[in-house]
């Protein structure tokens, strides 16, 4: 039975991509660079680094874009970045159940703003963002710090997100992973489960 759930934040508990998108087609027009929404959808679904990466390559961005891109992201309104459906639920019905929820995400401390503004940060035990330090996914580090940390048994984590990193991440660290892919875009088959909505999670997790 799995007591201890790891989140991945953007694209598994919030909907972020669409404003991410949005704010890096921003960034490249104010250079004059004009690219679909379907295309840096896909890039930014393995990665921002990889994102960046593929558009240095192919357009040769400054780092000033990518700055613009950054302040244009942050500029959203925390209230239009929203949780998933019933995200909310599970999140409190795991912390009530006596199970306890973490965070591992990429992003920095902007994610716990968006947990506090939507009434989730309360449910969850420890949160480990970019600014923490550790090594980013695929490496294990941070999930062996919450190991260690709170004497978790591995048979007993859970590790939910929407993209490879997360499921190797898990794999590394020898801990059962979920992917949450609400479009059906993943084509990932190492993860241990698959799901297309929060709500699918209940069971898995005995809630």
């Not at 009530?96 to 506090?116: P, Q, V």
């Not at 190797?168 to 479009?183: E, H, M, T, W, Y």
């Not at 489960?193 to 209940?202: A, F, H, P, T």
Request: glycine share 4%; aromatic share 14%; net charge negative.
């Amino acid at each position: 039975m799995y007591k201890e759930i790891i989140w991945n934040f953007d694209g598994t508990l919030f909907d972020t991509y669409p404003n991410m998108v949005y704010a890096f087609q921003r960034a490249l027009k104010d250079d004059g660079i004009e690219e679909n929404d379907e295309e840096i959808l896909s890039h930014m679904k393995v990665s921002i680094t990889h994102t960046i990466d593929f558009y240095k390559t192919k357009h040769k961005i400054s780092d000033e874009m990518i700055m613009r891109f950054c302040n244009y992201e942050k500029e959203t309104n925390e209230e239009l970045i929203k949780p998933f459906l019933n995200v909310k639920e599970i999140c409190r019905d795991i912390y009530y159940s006596g199970k306890r929820n973490y965070l591992f995400t990429h992003r920095g401390k902007s994610a716990l703003g968006y947990l506090k503004y939507h009434n989730l940060y309360g449910y969850f035990n420890d949160f480990i963002t970019s600014d923490d330090g550790f090594r980013k996914k695929p490496n294990p580090e941070a999930i062996l710090h919450l190991v260690k940390k709170y004497k978790i048994k591995t048979d007993e984590i859970l590790m939910i997100g929407d993209r490879d990193i997360d499921i190797i991440a898990a794999r590394n660290a020898g801990v059962k992973s979920c992917l949450f892919d609400p479009d059906s875009t993943q084509n990932i088959d190492i993860a241990d489960y698959s799901v297309k909505s929060i709500e699918q999670l209940y069971q898995m997790i005995e809630l």
